[in-house]
Nanobody, 121 residues
Framework: QLQLVESGGGTVQAGGSLRLACSAS????????MGWYRQALGKQRELVAE???????KYKDAVKGRFTISRDNAKNTVYLQMNSLKPEDKAAYYC???????????????WGQGTQVTVSS
């Protein structure tokens, strides 16, 4: 079993910054992938950014150059630094963990409880 605890959401004005953090505890796989998804009201959940342990980050096009994902493996924590926030970034942000991936797919994924990000114009 694994638990994800998120922090760092809040309300900022457009152009502002927020930093989200997600800490994993429990049975941690070394080859895991950690990332962030978001879901705005009435829309589907979408991938924002993810990073594999020892790998390169991947970003949604709309956040490239503004958001940075990073991880501290010693703390089993992934961060999402969000700069130049726009009203369209407003959503509930969810931490996502995948234990491992093979050529056949990815296995054992978990979700955080979500943290709200609101950007006022």
């Amino acid at each position: 079993q694994l638990q994800l605890v998120e922090s760092g959401g809040g309300t900022v004005q457009a152009g502002g910054s927020l930093r989200l953090a997600c800490s994993a505890s429990g049975n941690i796989f070394s080859g895991n992938v950690m990332g962030w998804y978001r879901q705005a009201l009435g829309k589907q959940r979408e991938l924002v950014a993810e990073i594999m342990n020892g790998g390169s980050p991947k970003y949604k096009d709309a956040v490239k150059g503004r958001f940075t994902i990073s991880r501290d493996n010693a703390k089993n924590t992934v961060y999402l630094q969000m700069n130049s926030l726009k009203p369209e970034d407003k959503a509930a942000y969810y931490c996502h963990y995948i234990a491992y991936c093979t050529g056949y797919g990815c296995y054992e994924d978990y979700w955080g409880q979500g943290t709200q990000v609101t950007v006022s114009s």
